[in-house]
């Protein structure tokens, strides 16, 4: 499911990175130059604003050169069907009345992926038809993208990368999810432009913070001195980080030091309750004492790809790292945050 659009009042919240700029520059570069468009990827942790991004471009940056698709889908058929549809379906509304090939083209793809479902086949047929044949330029804004080890689909991007037309496509994952494309297919990630996702600078968090506590009848001055804010944004991980540590010390009555004692066990305590079953059994697998790679393959069931993946995530969000090499272990604040969860 795509996620909400900024829209309205809410729009009011985001405030503009460089990544931002680079993301226009790049598009308006690409097209107006002699360089093939190569679509792109956003890499950043998670927390660091990618959906937020991802709605503000979808209403501000590709307008009216391109016709934003926003998706964010549990697998990368469904990522592929929905991008399909959605092309198909637009087209089919808006070149109705349009003496073009392009309707037909649009009926026959829409028709093959109506009867063929999620078949990588069919899906990539349908959208290399609509790719040679749309008017309309179209971009597919991924959230959260997850290869998921799945070979398949990074071949189908493959040949849909290979004379990009008017379907292209922004992914925005994480560093191993971006890993994870190199392994599998570096053809795939030749194709890639990557653009990295940084934390907010300080003048930027405070904006955000500023425009966030005003929205409820706040004014920042009168609520956090500027050096506690300063060391909340020393403290913070990625701007998501930022505002659970600004709420906290909203709580706690602008006590600093009990925002620094709770930050990162609560933080961790809070992931954990939000993860799906299969990380949260790694979590508790790996809790109770260190555990070798294949030792917990054994223990989790899944494949060593997706192992692979997971236990990257796992490191980069601060709950398992590793004492040495193979070997996989609970850090001291998850430790702390597990005994608050279980």
């Known amino acids: 499911m795509a996620p909400v659009p900024l829209q309205g009042r809410l729009l009011k919240f985001y405030v503009e990175r460089g990544v931002d700029e680079e993301y226009r520059r790049l598009i308006k570069g690409r097209l107006m130059g002699s360089k093939p468009f190569i679509s792109i990827f956003v890499s950043a942790p998670r927390g660091f604003g990618k959906t937020s991004s991802v709605n503000y471009w979808a209403a501000n940056a590709l307008r009216p050169e391109f016709r ?38 649009a009926t026959r793809a829409y028709e093959l992926i109506s009867k063929g479902g999620r078949d990588y ?43 990009p037309k ?35 600078t300080y003048e930027e968090a405070r904006e955000a913070v500023r425009r966030r506590l005003e929205f409820v009848g706040l004014r920042l001055e009168e609520v956090i001195p500027e050096e506690d ?28 030091e009990g925002v620094k004692r709770g930050r990162d066990a609560s933080l961790l305590a809070h992931m954990y309750s939000l993860m799906d079953d299969v990380d949260r059994r790694i979590v508790n697998f790996v809790a109770k004492g ?40 609970l850090t001291r604040e998850a430790e702390v945050a597990l005994r608050q969860v279980l």
């Open 166 to 200: 008017s379907i292209y496509f922004t992914f925005l994952g994480t560093p191993s999810a971006l890993d994870m494309v190199r392994k599998l297919d570096r053809a795939v990630a030749e194709k890639l432009t990557v653009l990295r996702m940084p934390h907010f």
């Open 290 to 329: 260190p555990v070798r790679f294949g030792d917990l393959q054994k223990g989790i069931g899944i494949s060593k790809t997706a192992l692979w993946y997971r236990l990257n995530v796992l490191m980069e969000q601060g709950f398992i790292h590793k004492p040495r090499r193979g070997v996989y272990a």
């Open 229 to 256: 804010l300063k060391q909340i944004y020393a403290m913070s991980m990625g701007p998501r980080d930022i505002f659970v540590l600004v709420r906290e010390y909203l709580l706690l009555g602008g006590d600093l």
């Open 68 to 105: 934003p698709i926003v998706l964010r889908e549990p697998s990368p058929v469904d990522l592929l069907y929905h991008a399909a549809l959605r092309i198909a379906e637009d087209l089919i509304a808006s070149l109705t009345f349009e003496p073009t090939s392009g309707v037909e083209e």
């Open 121 to 163: 086949r069919v899906l990539t047929k349908a959208l290399i038809g609509l790719n040679r044949v749309s008017p309309i330029k179209y971009m597919v804004l991924v959230d959260e993208f997850d290869p998921s080890g799945d070979v398949r689909f990074l071949r189908a991007l493959d040949l849909l990368f290979q004379e």
